[in-house]
């Protein structure tokens, strides 16, 4: 296993479970069985719509002995409608009773985008609220607040530029321990890595095997599928491993937390023993040069016509 220290000296186990289109019903079992192989690191979700089954299991894995709380990093993030200030702490709240937990590890902002309360994903210009009118800072605000009740041992954003992360670092109290991003050998956001080294804020990556079980509006007719690309494909024969595993294990390599999601019991064990895994430079060398700049989440659906944002990833 393999950890990174943070800011705060808590440490950050780097491959964690993803739970992102994890099935109910499938869920709750995926986390018990990870647990079991030796994972000590869940990343959650309130839009992920599924931390209730997920309570439940880490209930029973507590119940059973399976693992102690203190050995496990619970990660949850807060959904875009709840970043109005009088709305972060209830959101936590209720990510906590759903997950049956006194307190998270790791709370982060979802993204950089809030919509109205009540809106669960906009369809429409008048579902969102600009960032004048609750600017990120109000939101961290609150999430230091949670930081300082003992509701969160740490806090962090997701989807957030070098341009955002710079604003936030001059105005917060307490700077952001991680940034949870889209990362893999197609986006291997070089720039963004160099500026979170430099201010010690980890990357965790997500998307780390291509989430080709996103829905099928969240997709193009033409996307690459990296557990095919040839150079992983080589790669995965010379360590006789499989390709999630080089796409797991290139993580560790960049000093970058990564959350590869699954619900078979086979591929959650699989991606766990990348650990195993390491990488020449040679191999790290052939990967560089599949940057492309190529994203899965490409963040158009916050958009739309008469959208206040654009750009979420560069501004
Ligand atoms: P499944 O849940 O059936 O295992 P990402 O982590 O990038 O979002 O990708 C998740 C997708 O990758 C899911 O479709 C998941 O399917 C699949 N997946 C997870 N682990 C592996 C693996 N070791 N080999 C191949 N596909 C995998």
């Not at 809030?114 to 609150?142: M, Q």
Request: glycine share 6%.
């Amino acid at each position: 296993m393999k950890f990174y220290t943070l800011k705060n000296d808590r440490k950050l186990p780097a491959i964690g479970l993803g739970t992102w289109k994890s099935d109910p019903g499938k869920v709750g079992e995926a986390v018990i069985e990870a647990i079991k192989v030796g994972y000590r690191h869940i990343d959650c979700a309130a839009v992920y719509g599924n931390e209730a089954e997920i309570g439940e299991a880490l209930n029973k894995a507590f119940a059973d002995g399976l693992v102690k709380r203190e050995d496990l990093w619970i990660t949850s993030k807060l959904w875009n409608n709840a970043h109005e200030k009088d709305k972060v702490i209830p959101a936590l709240q209720k990510t906590l009773n759903d997950l049956q937990l006194d307190y998270l590890d790791l709370y982060l902002i979802h993204w950089p985008v809030a919509f109205k309360e009540g809106v669960g994903f906009p369809e429409k210009a008048e579902d969102f609220l600009s960032l004048e009118e609750v600017p990120i800072i109000e939101t961290w605000k609150k999430m230091e607040e949670a930081h300082e009740k003992g509701m969160v041992k740490s806090i962090g954003v997701s989807n957030f530029s070098i341009e955002k992360l710079k604003d936030l670092l001059v105005d917060a109290n307490l700077q952001p321990e991680v940034n949870q991003v889209e990362l893999h050998p197609l986006l291997q956001q070089e720039e963004l890595l160099e500026f979170c080294d430099n201010n010690s804020i980890i990357l965790t990556g997500y998307s780390p095997l291509g989430s080709g079980d996103r829905s099928q509006d969240m997709k193009k007719d033409d996307e690459p599928n990296l557990l095919e690309n040839e150079t992983i494909i080589e790669i995965a024969k010379e360590h006789d491993c499989s390709p999630a595993q080089v796409l797991i294990s290139w993580h560790l390599s960049r000093g970058t937390a990564v959350i590869p999601k699954s619900t078979n019991p086979k591929r959650i064990k699989e991606n766990l023993e990348s650990y195993d895994v390491e990488l020449t430079e040679k191999n790290v060398s052939a990967i560089r040069k599949l940057n492309e700049h190529y994203r899965y989440v490409d963040g158009k659906f916050f958009e739309m016509e008469g959208s206040p944002y654009h750009n979420i990833y560069d501004e």
